[in-house]
């Protein structure tokens, strides 16, 4: 593997509470068309990041509409070893506050209407048992060891829903009966792209509120945006301590490579002789390195 190089997708609000200071901006197009933004290069003490918008400039794209693969695929363009991605969440646990990270550690599919591979031209099939990178989930949660006085989750299942609107009640105490912890739109299929390309990936997701499962304790019904809104900061401030503070030391990152840098080695079934060269060439920023 190349040299350790981290991107980080922000959701609602992450990317602007990193300054707009950057070393350099990019814009940047693929076999998928073009991220949802322009890619920035920050120097953080010393250790730079690529930074990409999920949701474009102006939080223009709905979950359904982001460029998923666009986006995985220009982080990989630019070197990108490891992904920290990071997004706003209902929790569907009452120990699970607003407020809290949580460093998610499975996932359940919901969506219906996105591409979920690059490789439409051939039969690909990685493991994804274990959605998230072990070395950079270990990597978060000690970082979140040093912030006392922010409550960190050190496992959660994550219901990723198409939207963009959000549950019905019914369908909120469904995914608690099916043991999921969190409810968001953003998840998938960015982590299994991630897969694809080989990176490491890792997802801080941040409870904004309790979903509609959970009833207001004056009886009245929630007003379930009202509640998303008003706790959006704050996650948002939680979330960039952490980030910060696990840049602090990337070392481990360094020393342990992560089982995702060779997801391809066993996982292209297709005879790669009869995949078509100009199909081996488009990806070749994915793939190339498993073909002679």
Not at 103 to 111: C, E, F, G, M, Y
Not at 257 to 277: E, G, Q, T, V, Y
Not at 278 to 291: N, S
Request: glycine share 8%.
């Amino acid at each position: 593997m190349s040299r350790t190089r981290i991107a980080v997708i922000g959701g609602s609000g992450l990317a602007d509470a990193f300054g707009p200071e950057h070393v350099e901006s990019r814009e940047l197009d693929t076999p998928f068309g073009k991220p949802s933004s322009p890619v920035t290069l920050h120097d953080l003490d010393g250790t730079e990041v690529v930074f990409l918008k999920r949701h474009g400039e102006g939080h223009i794209h709905n979950p359904g509409a982001v460029p998923y693969r666009a986006n995985i695929y220009a982080l990989k363009a630019l070197g990108v070893t490891h992904i920290v991605a990071s997004g706003a969440t209902g929790s569907l646990r009452e120990e699970i506050r607003p407020g809290d990270i949580v460093i998610t550690d499975q996932a359940i599919d919901k969506t219906s209407s996105r591409a979920r591979t690059f490789y439409e031209g051939a039969a690909v099939h990685v493991e994804f048992a274990e959605p998230f990178c072990p070395i950079l989930r270990s990597w978060l949660i000690a970082a979140g060891k040093k912030l006392d006085d922010i409550t960190v989750h050190e496992s959660a299942t994550y219901v990723c829903m198409e939207g963009p609107a959000f549950s019905t009640r019914a369908e909120s105490e469904m995914h608690r009966v099916w043991g999921a912890d969190l409810i968001g739109m953003t998840l998938l299929p960015e982590a299994r792209l991630a897969r694809e390309a080989e990176i490491a990936y890792a997802h801080i997701s941040l409870p904004t509120d309790y979903d509609c499962w959970r009833p207001r304790e004056d009886g009245q019904a929630s007003d379930l945006l009202k509640e998303i809104i008003g706790n959006l900061q704050q996650a948002t401030e939680n979330s960039i301590r952490l980030i910060k503070t696990a840049l602090g030391d990337i070392s481990a990152l360094e020393k342990t490579p992560s089982p995702a840098h060779d997801a391809l080695a066993l996982a292209i079934w297709s005879d790669k002789a009869a995949i078509p060269r100009e199909e081996i060439d488009r990806l070749h920023v994915l793939w190339g390195r498993h073909f002679s």
